[in-house]
């Protein structure tokens, strides 16, 4: 079973709209939650990342935890075209970070 | 924020030749650097985690005599990929931390064997 499962998408929307993503994890002892943006031909960028349940907010970008569902949510007002690209919610364990393939998400025009 | 240089962006070399790859944190002194490799429409799949004056730890599966790191500063980790081969071909990308921090990601190396 895979640590965290996440929907590969493509998920396609009209700029402008909101966007949501989702990942659950299987391990309770996760303490650290992050999200991570990697576009075409380069490295992830960090989004996010929270050690809490609740909400984080950066501009246009939330990020929320669920620790009691094992649920984490990532979620992108206003998209814009730019923020096409592939979103990662890798686990974390053993100083290590696990990446599944991420949620492709597809804004446009 | 975090910057994690790496270089070079795009190598095109000959099967048998060795390459080496550099990642820098720019501003700030890692005490670890990983090593990533991601195939097209994969998933990242970690090679080797270096600490800062060790040896590196490298990942079930993953050559050490094939994939050479050296991590001799606190700002700068080498991967070397000894005589590649076209299956060498790949996207590698480095990420660097420190305590307690969140890793960041260089911008990767696209590595073609011919």
């Known amino acids: 079973q895979k640590e965290v499962e996440q929907d590969p998408g493509p998920l396609s929307v009209p700029e402008g709209a909101i966007v949501s993503l989702n990942c659950t994890y299987s391990n309770s002892a996760f303490q650290y939650f992050m999200w991570y943006r990697q576009y075409s031909r380069k490295g992830p960028e960090l989004l996010m990342y929270?050690?809490?349940?609740g909400n984080k907010e950066d501009g246009r970008f939330t990020a929320q935890v669920d620790k009691s569902s094992k649920y984490i949510s990532l979620f992108i007002r206003d998209s814009q075209p730019s923020d096409s690209a592939t979103y990662l919610c890798?686990?974390?364990?053993?100083?290590?970070?696990?990446f599944g393939k991420g949620n492709q998400v597809v804004v446009i025009p | 924020g975090a910057v994690v240089s790496q270089h070079p962006s795009r190598v095109i070399c000959k099967s048998g030749t060795s390459v080496k790859i550099e990642c820098r944190s720019l501003?700030?002194?890692?005490?670890?650097m990983f090593w990533y490799r991601q195939f097209p429409k994969k998933s990242l799949m970690l090679m080797a985690t270096?600490?800062?004056?060790?040896?590196?730890?490298?990942e079930q599966g993953v050559e050490k005599d094939k994939f050479l790191i050296n991590h001799a500063s606190l700002t700068l980790s080498t991967l070397t990929v000894t005589s590649a081969h076209p299956e060498d071909s790949s996207f590698y990308i480095c990420?660097?931390?420190?305590?307690?921090?969140?890793?960041?990601f260089g911008d990767g190396t696209r590595l073609s064997i011919l």
């Open positions: 929270t050690y809490s349940s």
């Open positions: 890798p686990s974390y364990g053993n100083n290590r970070l696990a």
């Open positions: 990420s660097a931390t420190t305590q307690g921090q969140p890793q960041h």
């Open positions: 501003d700030f002194q890692a005490t670890t």
């Open positions: 270096s600490n800062e004056g060790s040896k590196a730890t490298y």
